[in-house]
């Protein structure tokens, strides 16, 4: 926990509004495989993270609602009827699409306030949106008693994102922000959200992440247009999603679609198998298959899915240069963000200022590094 995100927020809130909060914590997440293929209704790999959204929530007698987000320095007030999206890319959409989701389900609530903070630079792909809108919609159930479960909630923050954010995304952040577990990853099916729990201990080795510090402008408009692209394959081949489709059933449509969107499925169906064939590595502690499928991984994305970039790219040669790293890829929607590596311990220092020097002379900006802890899902902090 981020004692100082804590006080922060408690302390705004009781300045701001003179009343003790609920606080809630909501995690980001990392995924160690399996990218861009929730939506089609793949396995994923992802886990919760000790970085995320923490959030100060109480009910007011005002006849409208505030909320402060402090590392924007920003303030909105609303009334609680007739919600509509702000412009697109405001932060404010993915409260009020929350907000506008629980209203839909036929849920009554009063006007609230609430103050919230990060620990997680927006658009490193550690999915600050979902922690954000999970924080918003479990702090609404717990304050006003709504009875939702985790998954309702989950369904209300996917749904905040495809209609007020824009971005058709799949269930993968918001179920692991939800559901993540200490030192635990979760190999999550998302045809039906079964779930295991693997113990993730990778003895000698750690997780570190590198943020390439870049956002590319048309990653929204990329992500719904590749995941159109699924959608219309798997209409064509009369099926649910991509994940009832194997390589061989892929070619039975070959000459109705471009070789571009033949790759992107070719793409999403490897990626599915690699995701399984990762989880029985793991079973078997076999860390050098496991790392090579995060090398397959990321060459799919670049090559065939085509959404990574070069600062990614570069990254990940990087990695494959050094002997000490098992394995390395982009994580979440890609035109930026961050990349996962899975290095020696010892290796760790030296590899990082060794990048960061090289990734600064290269693109003239700098890279970030952070090793993260696996933690618990989306929950109410006591104080
Ligand atoms: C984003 C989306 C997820 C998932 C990943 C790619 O993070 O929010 O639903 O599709 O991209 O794996």
Redesign the pocket.
């Known amino acids: 926990m981020n004692k100082e995100c804590i006080q922060t927020i408690q302390l705004k809130f009781t300045e701001k509004f003179g009343k003790k909060p609920i606080l809630v914590f909501s995690p980001g997440r990392i995924?160690l495989i399996?990218?861009?293929?929730?939506?089609n209704n793949g396995f994923?790999f992802p886990a919760a993270i000790d970085k995320g959204i923490y959030l100060a929530i109480e009910k007011t007698e005002a006849d409208f609602s505030t909320t402060i987000a402090l590392d924007m320095n920003e303030q909105i007030e609303f009334k609680l009827n007739n919600l509509k999206p702000f412009k697109n890319g405001s932060w404010e959409n993915y409260i009020l699409g929350v907000v506008y989701e629980i209203q839909k389900k036929g849920k009554v609530i009063s006007n609230f306030n609430i103050v919230f903070k990060g620990d997680i630079p927006n658009g490193a792909?550690l999915?600050s949106?979902?922690a954000l809108e999970n924080s918003i919609a479990f702090g609404l159930n717990e304050l006003f008693n709504l009875k939702l479960t985790k998954q309702e909630m989950i369904f209300i923050s996917q749904k905040a994102?495809h209609n007020f954010v824009g971005?058709k995304?799949?269930?993968?952040?918001q179920f692991a922000s939800m559901f993540g577990r200490e030192n635990e990853a979760i190999l999550l099916d998302c045809k039906n959200l079964n779930t295991e729990y693997f113990e993730i201990n990778f003895k000698e080795y750690d997780i570190l992440l590198i943020n390439t510090n870049v956002k590319h402008s048309l990653s929204e408009s990329e992500?719904n247009e590749r995941r159109a692209v699924c959608e219309k394959i798997a209409d064509l081949l009369k099926v649910d999603s991509l994940r009832e489709v194997s390589l061989n059933h892929l070619d039975i449509i070959k000459e109705k679609i471009s070789p571009k969107e033949h790759q992107k499925a070719t793409y999403v169906i490897e990626e599915n198998n690699r995701v399984i064939d990762a989880s029985k590595a793991l079973k078997d502690k076999d860390l050098i298959s496991f790392g090579k499928l995060l090398y397959e991984s990321h060459s799919g994305l670049q090559h065939k899915y085509n959404v990574s970039c070069i600062e990614l790219d570069f990254l990940i040669e990087k990695a494959k240069e050094n002997k000490n790293i098992l394995g390395a890829r982009m994580m979440?929607?890609?035109f930026g963000g961050c990349t996962i590596n899975i290095i020696k311990k010892e290796s760790v220092k030296e590899f990082s200022s060794d990048v960061e020097k090289r990734f600064n002379q290269r693109f003239n900006s700098n890279c970030s590094f952070y090793s993260v802890k696996l933690s618990k899902g989306t929950h109410v902090i006591e104080v």
């Open positions: 995924n399996g990218e861009h293929t929730d939506y994923v792909g999915s949106s979902a994102e971005v995304c799949g269930i993968m952040d992500y979440g929607g890609g």
